[in-house]
């Protein structure tokens, strides 16, 4: 299966999930990322949730992250160079949405 086929099926599938849903599922992605041995590390690279399109929710992770002391990258989009940049995020990091 192409990848652009699989991106549109679980597009399709994420359409399907109840707030609820997601919820539960951010939590159980959390609950089973703490059991892997990778807590050690001092930086952690996250993507930021796209609410829109029914993302889990990852601020249950960048904020266990947080609390931890750990430093966390996110990436931007730069649409006219088709590039991501690296940009350190902390509580008080602005987001725009683009």
């Given at each position: 299966?192409?990848?652009s086929?699989?991106r549109k099926k679980y597009a399709?599938?994420?359409?399907?999930?109840?707030?609820?849903?997601?919820?539960k599922?951010?939590?159980?992605?959390?609950?089973n990322?703490?059991?892997?041995?990778?807590?050690?590390?001092?930086?952690f690279?996250?993507?930021?949730?796209?609410?829109?399109?029914?993302e889990?929710?990852?601020?249950?992770?960048?904020?266990?992250?947080?609390d931890?002391?750990?430093?966390?990258?996110?990436?931007?989009?730069?649409f006219?160079?088709?590039?991501?940049?690296?940009?350190?995020?902390?509580?008080?990091?602005?987001?725009?949405?683009?």
């Open positions: 299966m192409k990848k086929d699989l399709g599938l994420r359409k399907k999930l109840s707030s609820s849903d997601i919820k599922l951010s939590q159980d992605i959390f609950n990322s703490e059991k892997l041995n990778i807590w050690d590390k001092e930086n690279h996250a993507f930021l949730t796209i609410k829109s399109k029914k889990i929710d990852t601020s249950i992770i960048v904020n266990s992250l947080w931890k002391e750990k430093n966390v990258f996110v990436s931007k989009s730069n006219d160079t088709n590039t991501l940049e690296n940009y350190k995020y902390s509580k008080s990091t602005k987001l725009k949405v683009n």
